[in-house]
């Protein structure tokens, strides 16, 4: 059976530590003594105690100096302190440096027990938070979002430009390309990253709701308003709220988030108390924002407070060289899913793959890799196991251009991205195999997304 947890107790008493080191024991705990503070040190490193219980007062190192050691070594080792009924100051004092908890002696056992239980359990939810952090923000992190192309590479240097600022920021791309994951590394990799990042798509609420949602609302404010509610703003504070398709709200919204852009303040729908947050904006749209500024549909002010910074994400077709590195990485994730070890995929999967215009973009290709892993059979992804929609585009069947007919241009692209395909998106080994310079490739790869 696992221990419920290690505990080191501490006293120069002997009758009293053996007695509670074996009442411990009983309840389930791994237990380990020392008499007073110096021996307890090495204990301190050899068992690594979950929980210190030591005594205040004891000769040579008392309770409070040993506490301090034991932060030393493990900030997040919890202490637990013991003193007579008589010093009670002392155990404010340890508590004030530190301490969890303490207890009067002599000790009640159940009292004990309890105080154990639920500090143990305090350090679980804390680890276990921690861990959940950390997975969240592996999904948050800019090497995540893939790509070695020019630009995508000039993308990741605006994110980690941007993020330490506390400036708006308005990302454009069409749907699929990634902004959401745009906004999420710009938080990650801020000085907001232990907040809140929180998301709201504009354009999947009717304005009386997108209100509500946004500024929360009164009880009362509505119909169906049985509770006062707190919005997005409320929940994203010392964080960052993040507005995807911005460009879909009312003309009564845009003027209340111009407010908040610009006094950092606002009211609960049905309200009148106001309310101030720290909250960074980042907002997206797959619509050209700055027509609808000239169509009359959306505010020129609010437009100029929320595109202090603007980022594009380009769309997949504008970026071929990534296809295959952005492949293999769905490739693995998704082979581990469904518990599938896939070593790539066949030529003729990469050249269908590499022909398809990705309309839907790295949203589609996720798709499309998905269920090529489902119901793939051999060791790769064959051209057979993708759907049948991702057809060979507009190139040639066999995806060379046409001779006569195609240009030197045509053949050179040709050439380049048919060979990065096969070494996998690497540059170094498709200018030794075509006999020119990596930077020229990618020098033709900047002028190939540009055209």
């Not at 998301?199 to 009164?218: I, M, R, V």
């Not at 960074?280 to 959306?298: P, W």
């Not at 469904?338 to 309309?359: C, H, I, M, S, V």
């Not at 973009?361 to 489902?374: C, G, H, I, K, P």
């Amino acid at each position: 059976m696992d221990s419920r947890g290690r505990i080191l107790i501490v006293d120069d008493e002997a009758n009293a530590r053996t007695a509670l080191a074996e009442l411990l024991r009983e309840e389930g705990f791994s237990v380990e003594t020392a008499a007073d503070g110096f021996k307890a040190l090495p204990k301190l490193a050899d068992f690594g105690p979950d929980l210190l219980l030591t005594d205040l007062r004891m000769p040579g190192m008392d309770g409070l100096e040993l506490m301090k050691k034991s932060r030393e070594q493990d900030p997040e080792r919890i202490v637990v302190v013991m003193t007579a009924y008589g010093a009670i100051a002392s155990a404010v004092e340890a508590m004030r440096e530190g301490a969890a908890d303490y207890l009067t002696k002599p000790i009640n056992v159940e009292e004990l027990v309890l105080v154990l239980n639920r500090e143990l359990e305090r350090k679980r939810l804390r680890a276990e938070a921690g861990q959940l952090r950390e997975r969240l923000a592996a999904r948050h992190r800019i090497q995540n979002i893939v790509g070695a192309s020019p630009a995508m590479q000039s993308v990741f240097d605006s994110i980690l430009q941007v993020a330490p600022s506390r400036a708006s920021v308005l990302i454009s791309g069409e749907s699929g390309t990634g902004k959401e994951l745009v906004a999420a590394a710009i938080h990650e990799h801020s000085p907001r990253s232990s907040g809140p990042f929180v998301k709201l798509h504009c354009a999947a609420l009717a304005e009386t709701l997108l209100e509500s949602e946004l500024f929360g609302h009164e009880r009362g404010a509505f119909t169906g308003a049985v509770s006062r509610r707190d919005g997005r703003f409320h929940q994203a504070d010392r964080g960052t709220l993040f507005l995807d398709e911005i460009g879909e709200i009312s003309a009564a919204t845009q003027v209340k988030l111009l407010r908040f852009l610009q006094e950092h303040e606002f009211e609960r729908v049905g309200g009148n108390q106001t309310i101030r947050v720290d909250v960074r904006i980042i907002a997206a749209t797959n619509r050209d924002l700055l027509q609808r500024v000239k169509d009359g549909v959306f505010r020129e002010d609010l437009y100029y407070r929320l595109n202090v910074v603007s980022i594009e994400v380009p769309p997949l077709r504008k970026r071929p060289s990534d296809i295959p590195m952005l492949a293999m990485h769905f490739l693995q994730r998704y082979g581990r899913e469904n518990g599938k070890e896939l070593t790539g995929f066949t030529d003729g999967a990469l050249q269908r793959l590499a022909r398809y215009p990705w309309p839907g973009n790295v949203r589609e290709l996720e798709n499309a890799v998905e269920r090529a892993v489902v119901v793939s059979r051999g060791a790769e992804v064959r051209a057979e196991d993708l759907s049948p929609s991702i057809g060979p585009g507009e190139a040639a069947a066999d995806g060379m251009p046409q001779v006569p007919g195609a240009t030197l241009a045509d053949l050179e692209k040709y050439a380049i991205l048919k060979t990065l395909e096969h070494t996998g998106g690497s540059t170094s080994r498709a200018a030794e195999i075509l006999g020119i310079s990596t930077r020229k490739i990618q020098y033709k790869l900047h002028e190939f997304e540009r055209t």
